[in-house]
Nanobody, 115 residues
């Protein structure tokens, strides 16, 4: 079994910053890429950012220059540093990791951007 656990969500004011963390554990031999999706109320889940084991990153246009994804391969952990947050960033953020075969998902962490 593989467990994926997110942390770090919460309430933040517009223009503020927040850091999400996600750790994968269990029966996982090797992780390929990891990343974050989000789903806002009434909208489809969308990719926010992803990172390969070599550190290559990919971002949604809406978060480029505001969000930074990083990972610690030794700890099977991925981070999402979010800055200049906007109300439209409000969503449940889901972490995933891919072991070259399957995607494993966390249960999500809520990020609310509001004054």
């Amino acid at each position: 079994q593989v467990q994926v656990v997110e942390s770090g969500g919460g309430l933040v004011q517009p223009g503020g910053a927040l850091r999400l963390s996600c750790a994968a554990s269990g029966s996982i031999f090797s992780i390929n890429h990891m990343g974050w999706y989000r789903q806002a109320p009434g909208k489809e889940r969308e990719l926010v950012a992803s990172i390969t084991s070599r550190g290559n990153t990919n971002y949604a246009d809406s978060v480029k220059d505001r969000f930074t994804i990083s990972r610690d391969n030794a700890k099977n952990t991925v981070y999402l540093q979010m800055a200049s947050l906007k109300p439209e960033d409000t969503a449940v953020y889901y972490c995933y990791c891919n072991d070259f075969v399957l995607n494993y998902w966390g249960e999500g962490t809520l990020v609310t951007v509001s004054s």
